[in-house]
T-cell receptor, first 114, second 111 residues
């Protein structure tokens, strides 16, 4: 039972390069989320997908795009990376259809933009 | 919308002592309150949660209490051990809504 799988685990980009962070869950959850975590700033929501076919902006969406490819997969794309996007990125999933349940997080992608 | 405040931001305790982390929330309609533990280099992991129809919940050395009137909830860790050292996050949400997280507490257990 893998839970939430994120790839890659580490990445170094040059300013202006693009990349896609991949996330997949095997728990049949409806909802998926992308967070970034910076030192001393906790977890900030970038984008989320309440269900397959829908996506919505979170607290810090600028500079990012997302795709809910299917129920299992939710990708995050940086079109033109900037040093301010250096962070640790976490994907999470949950079942929100009928009630609230805890999120299951992936192990994170550590991104450095130089 | 919901706002969650978490205190303290850092907490140091001696091994074997108890640790208490407190969170307050603003939305009286919130009914779900989970706690997460994040170890170094890993993603946050759910350790305990409580719903608004319950005042307290225990799981071995950890417990969570909820005061709906005052709109605050707390995590209690008894007999702390070095492996309890981590960052702890509280969160709150109303039914079928996104979680809103607190800013986190760094817990250090000194042996």
């Amino acid at each position: 039972n893998a839970g939430v799988t994120q790839t890659p685990k580490f990445q170094v980009l040059k300013t202006g390069q693009s990349m896609t962070l991949q996330c997949a869950q095997d728990m049949n959850h409806n909802s998926m989320y992308w967070y970034r975590q910076d030192p001393g700033m906790g977890l900030r929501l970038i984008y989320y997908s309440a269900s397959e076919g829908t996506t919505d902006k979170g607290e810090v969406p600028n500079g990012y795009n997302v795709s809910r490819l299917n129920k299992r997969e939710f990708s995050l794309r940086l079109e033109s990376a900037a040093p301010s996007q250096t962070s640790v990125y976490f994907c999470a999933s949950s079942e929100l259809q009928f009630d609230n349940y805890g999120y299951t997080f992936g192990s994170g992608t550590r991104l450095t933009v130089v | 919308g919901e706002n969650v405040e978490q205190h303290p931001s850092t907490l140091s305790v001696q091994e074997g002592d108890s640790a208490v982390i407190k969170c307050t929330y603003s939305d009286s309609a919130s009914n779900y309150f989970p706690w997460y533990k994040q170890e170094l280099g890993k993603g946050p992991q759910l350790i305990i949660d409580i719903r608004s129809n319950v005042g307290e919940k225990k799981d071995q050395r950890i417990a969570v209490t909820l005061n709906k009137t005052a709109k605050h909830f707390s995590l209690h860790i008894t007999e702390t051990q070095p492996e309890d050292s981590a960052v702890y996050f509280c969160a709150a949400s109303r039914r079928s809504a996104k979680l809103v997280f607190g800013a986190g507490t760094i817990l250090r257990v000194k042996s």
